[in-house]
């Protein structure tokens, strides 16, 4: 029988080749790169295949790692577990997607290879991040994930845009970077060893008994901050708003692949963050926060790619959110959810009818009527409690489940209210019950399937603490505060004092402002060099203007 060892060493077959794609590249970067664009495809399949092969071990063996190729238990392994085959399927699945919308996309584009071999770099080193098994490996793919993501972003040299935003992304990571290596060298000082499967026993083993973890505190800190940051949270997410002059397939692979690295670095990490009691606090908090600003703003932006880029840091910001609140399997089952919705909808983003198909519920007239929007409250909450109270949910145990539950029975209502007060037909009040039912089934149900997956790599839930639980009442109140405007918001269209908000949010508030003027300020020189460049084609093109006007005269 083959060992674990070599089993394990299967899925590292895609990554290794899509890096032959990226080198290949370097020999075709120009036009039409034909070898380039079969391997990128051939890696796709393989990198599907690999996948599957994956789960099929990982269901017979729970889990499998490789030897480890390093120093002192610091170096290069990898993972095998229910976690790292759900991410690595999701990647594949979605880089098929992405590299072959890019065969037709940039066709005929002069760097065509280029954009293709950096692309399969990126692809191989999002792959290595999730299939990490040691601290070493987990360190190198994700500074590499930034390093690969920041060629796709200024791919378009000529655009002062997506130059800025690529350098704000690149001091953020830089920052994130420095927090990761901290952790982990906290992590191996007090472990003695790279190996995760080594340090997350020994933590469970330690929280069991009682014992102190010396240090982990800083750690899971550390760790926050790091996802943070790579996930575009508040106050830092200007940059993805930024980064919409990149080719469309570079923002389906960054909205629908690489935020999710933050994420999955807590879910990852998810023993170190239950022995922690500030850590969960921070991501509530600011994911919280995060959530409830972008979805707000979201709103109100008219742009397509703008209102996709608030929407994906609101997502993250509520994937932190639930992770913070210990139920992991509901924010690994947001984080693929919301993976595959954002790569249609950016591929798809050019398509106008597409996007109408894909509202359910027809718009209408509103009528303002307080009973039915206190009734299209109560059944949204009437049906919660049901579905809650049919999956035998614990109120005391699974607290954190009913905080999540609690917030898409706010979208509900909002989907029951804006069906009953309106002057639509039976019809409309039946596709909203009917829509509302698969909402609240799929969450429960799903979320029960992924528990079930996840159960080996994650903790149990427990009851959260008074802080967490004061901190999570505070953000159910704010969520619906925002959702009880929202269903009045016929009545407030027409109020000067709200078309005002309207627009401060549109321009979200101005938040990125501050931001945008110390990365220019770090950049002056630069920058100024580059007007001056500009300046003088302009006087040189002003002076040929003058010569060719003579020449006519001379002519004529």
């Known amino acids: 029988m083959m060992n674990h060892n070599l089993l394990a060493t299967i899925a590292l077959l895609s990554p290794i080749v899509f890096s032959v794609t990226a080198l290949i590249a370097r020999f075709q970067p120009g036009i039409r790169p034909l070898l380039v664009k079969r391997m990128a495809i051939y890696s796709s399949l393989i990198s599907i295949t690999a996948a599957a092969i994956s789960g099929f071990f990982v269901m017979e063996h729970s889990l499998l790692e490789t030897s480890l190729l390093g120093f002192y238990q610091v170096g290069f392994s990898i993972r095998l577990d229910a976690l790292s085959v759900i991410m690595f399927g999701m990647i594949a ?6 590299v072959r919308f890019s065969q037709n996309y940039l066709d005929g584009d002069k760097r065509q290879g280029v954009f293709i071999g950096n692309l399969a770099a990126t692809i191989a080193s999002v792959q290595l991040l999730v299939l990490s098994g040691n601290l070493g490996l987990l360190f190198i793919s994700w500074v590499l994930t930034s390093m690969s993501l920041h060629k796709l972003l200024v791919f378009y040299h000529d655009r002062p845009g997506a130059i800025v935003a690529a350098r704000k992304k690149f001091i953020l990571a830089r920052i994130g970077d420095v927090s990761l290596f901290a952790a982990f060298v906290l992590l191996y000082n007090q472990f003695g060893t790279g190996n995760l499967e080594l340090i997350f026993k020994t933590i469970k083993s330690s929280l069991a008994i009682g014992l102190p973890i010396n240090g982990i505190e800083i750690v899971a800190v550390l760790l926050a901050t790091a996802a943070m940051l790579k996930s575009a949270q508040f106050p830092t997410h200007g940059w993805i708003l930024e980064v919409m002059e990149t080719p469309t397939p570079v923002s389906a692979l960054l909205h629908a692949g690489l935020l999710n690295a933050g994420p999955f670095l807590i879910i990852r990490m998810a023993g170190i963050m239950e022995a922690s009691h500030i850590a969960p606090i921070m991501l509530i908090a600011v994911g919280g926060f995060t959530a409830l600003f972008a979805s707000v703003v979201f709103l109100s932006q008219t742009s397509v790619k703008t209102a996709l880029a608030y929407s994906s840091i609101a997502h993250m910001g ?32 050019g398509s106008v ?10 718009s209408s007239t509103r009528i303002g009527s307080p009973f039915r929007i ?6 949204a909450l009437g049906l919660y409690i049901t579905f809650a109270l049919a999956w035998g949910i614990d109120p005391d145990k ?7 539950g609690a917030v898409i029975t706010m979208g509900l209502s909002r989907l029951f209210t804006s069906a009953l007060d309106s002057n639509g037909s039976v019809l409309l009040m039946v596709r909203s019950v009917l829509m509302a039912v698969l909402v609240i089934t799929a969450f429960f149900s799903l979320e029960s399937g992924m528990h079930f997956l996840l159960s080996s790599q994650v903790p149990e839930l427990v009851r959260p603490n008074y802080t967490e639980i004061i901190v999570m009442s505070v953000l159910l109140v704010a969520f ?11 009545k407030l269209a027409d109020s000067p004092f709200y078309r005002s908000i309207a627009i401060h949010l549109r321009n979200g508030l101005y ?5 945008d003027r110390t990365v220019r300020a770090l950049y002056s020189h630069e920058t100024e060099s580059k007007a001056i460049v500009i300046e003088s084609a302009d006087k040189l093109k002003k002076q040929d203007w003058v010569e060719v006007k003579k020449l006519d005269k001379q002519l004529a």
């Open 93 to 98: 699945l979605l880089s098929f997607i992405v």
């Open 318 to 349: 509520f994937s932190l959110l639930v992770s913070g609140l210990g139920v992991y399997s509901a924010a690994m089952l947001h984080l693929v959810a919301h993976s595959f919705y954002k790569a249609h909808s950016f591929l798809s983003s």
């Open 353 to 362: 009818i597409e996007i109408v198909r894909a509202s359910k519920v027809n």
């Open 374 to 379: 206190a009734l299209g409250i109560m059944m």
């Open 398 to 404: 699974e607290l954190s489940l009913l905080a999540i």
């Open 480 to 490: 619906a505060s925002v959702v009880f405007i929202q269903i009045i918001a016929p």
């Open 511 to 515: 938040v990125n402002t501050v931001f």
